[in-house]
């Protein structure tokens, strides 16, 4: 019996060194691996589309870089009233309709009563049930507002290129799709090509579903994304709009002009500070004032072509950056009601800025005063 034992644990001795032995030779499980929706290269990507009950979102490349458009939908119309009741129809069981007796007044005596007060030298009043309510007009058709698109929007073309999914759950019956909430969904999104356009479901919001699904209307094909590469279009008017007011650098220019009010200042940088000629004495107040300028920022970006609410900005000041006497960029500030705004060579239209921006305006005077 020892002997037995014994050869039946070497067995198992020897079955578990070869296990673990087969287990460290396998080779590692790929983790992440994506299924490709649509194998694109980016440079075949022309435009992205995103749509739902309440938006259109696009982003779409130019011969002048990468823009947002984006397009409010108008809200749907309220239901429509319900007619008043019928004054002139007797109540149910009156006994003589045509006289009222124990049944009220009808329409037909109301009537009667209307035109003899009108034969007798009277205005007659329309009835209560028969006035209609002038409609009110209808909304403006909504705007498509424009906006230059930023890196995170370069980006996005990137990861369209190939269009990669969690996973594929092939065709779907109704239930399923239902389950995932792309049986009755308003939500697409268009990938423009050079070659074609293809068009996806995105599933409504579901609760404890946090990752997005698409529905191929190509194939019917059902796939499970990454939730950013959704949202990040689906909210490109806020992520995906360049803040920027420049593109060149401080060290890119080595002078400025500033001009307000009629009068003309031309100042060099040497060493940091701005003078008025090289070898001049440094001026503090310019270079405080340049550099207040140069840290500003937006706090809301207006679409190409838009003016604020309180209408169009009146400039103030312009200073224009300059580089071995060539011109790099310029920078406008404006005032429009109580806010001000900005526009440079690399902005689409005006931004608004800080509050402290309009100390920034009111000190152009002690700069040029000089």
Known sequence: MK?????????????????????????????GVEVVVLDLAKKDI??????????????????DGLWIRTKDKPPPPPPAPKPPPDAGTPDAGTPDAGTGHDGGTTSAQVTAAAAQKGTDGGVASPSPAVATATPPPPPPPPKTREFRANEAAENLFERFAPLQAVRGLGVL?????????????????????????????VADEVAGIASPYLRSEDDQKVYLMKATLISDLEYASSRLVDRRLHTFRDDEWDAITV????KKRTLTKENGKLTDAKGSPPDQLATNWQE??????GVEVLSRGEDPAAGKPEVKLRVDYLSDGRPVGFIELAQAGNDTFARTEHTAGWVRLHGGAADIVRERESVLGK
């Open 173 to 201: 019956g109704d239930e399923k799709l239902k389950e995932l909430g792309l049986a009755d969904t308003p939500r697409t999104i268009e990938v423009v090509t050079s070659r074609g356009t293809h068009r996806f479901r």
């Open 46 to 63: 022309q435009r992205l589309r995103y749509e739902d009950a309440r938006r259109e979102v696009e982003v779409v490349r130019d011969s």
């Open 292 to 297: 207040k300028i140069w840290r500003m920022i």
């Open 3 to 31: 002997a037995r034992s014994a050869a039946i644990q070497g067995a198992l001795a020897v079955a578990g060194l070869v296990a673990a032995y087969v287990t460290w030779q396998r080779p590692e499980e790929e983790k």
């Open 259 to 262: 001009s307000a009010d009629g």
